[in-house]
């Protein structure tokens, strides 16, 4: 990314929506926001294998695996305003688990960078079942979308809940819903 050239952006975008990018409190806006972009859009320059890289098992057994509430910000495509939440993964390993910091590593990659939370959803779930070679996986998020709350668009604590299952939670409705009551209804 070039800071440099995100930085005029932005002061050009300060003076279209009516500020005065001289004034005290704007100095320093345009490097501020160049850096956080910076930050916010990681994603499109992390490796996954190298994120994964070394944190892969041996399963001891192929219950299900289960982490809640591992927290989402992202950034939405179509306002490029945050949207943030909760993202509950379970899966049944056959050989192979990973190590539990990797899962949020692994969403990190996917959030940062512009998303809708659909597709998020099914990337992490893919990528879970594609580094593991998992029996089953079952990805929820429940995400507030600022685009929504800021604009009125929908009420203001409305969530959007979107689900992926692959593989054994896709064909057994037992594995299926065993996933989604320890996901959704234990907190
Ligand atoms: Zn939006």
Redesign the pocket.
Known sequence: MNKKRVEELVRALLIEIGEDPAREGLVKTPARVARSWEFLTTGYRKSLRRTINGAIFTAQSNNMIIARDIEVYSL??????P?FGRCHIGYIARDKVLGVSKLARIVDVFARRLQ?QERMTEQIAHEIRRSVNAEGVGVVMECR????MMRGVEKQNSVMTTSTVLGSFHAEAATRAEFMNLALHSH
Do not use: D, K, V
Request: proline share 0%; glycine share 0%.
């Open positions: 939405c495509e179509h306002h490029m305003l949207f809708i979308h600022l685009c929504m």
